[in-house]
């Protein structure tokens, strides 16, 4: 079964930043782009942003230009760059992956997902 491993969550304070990765562990099928989610208890899971395997990256204009996504294929990993952070992004994030051409932005589409990683921001 295809999987995949994420770090990098902690603790800030506000302004702070967080680098999370998602390594690919094991790839059984092909993937068309990684996508990264968050969630709070209770509610959805929030498109974050992704990129494709050609390296087409996408963040939701929600997150005001402070996220960013890349990759490093010698590593099988790719990450998520989160500066100036806000209490509001406090949430656990997920790198998921998926195959074809269905829309990113729905965590439906995504077949595997990691386990997740919690990012605390304080005020």
């Known amino acids: 079964q295809a999987q995949l491993a994420e770090s990098g969550g902690g603790r800030v304070q506000a302004g702070g930043s967080l680098r999370l990765s998602c390594t690919i562990v094991?790839?059984?099928?092909?993937?068309?782009?990684i996508g990264w989610f968050r969630q709070v208890p209770g509610k959805e899971r929030d498109f974050v942003g992704r990129?494709?395997?050609?390296?087409?990256?996408y963040v939701a204009d929600s997150m005001n230009g402070r996220f960013t996504i890349s990759r490093d294929n010698a590593k099988n990993t790719v990450y998520l760059q989160m500066n100036d952070l806000e209490p509001e992004d406090t949430a656990t994030y997920y790198c998921?992956?998926?195959?074809?051409?269905?829309?990113?932005?729905?965590?439906?589409?995504?077949?595997?997902w990691g386990q997740g990683t919690q990012v605390t921001v304080s005020s």
């Open positions: 998921g992956a998926k195959r074809g051409i269905s829309s990113s932005e729905n965590p439906a589409n995504y077949e595997i």
């Open positions: 990129i494709t395997t050609s390296g087409h990256t």
């Open positions: 094991r790839r059984t099928f092909d993937i068309s782009a």
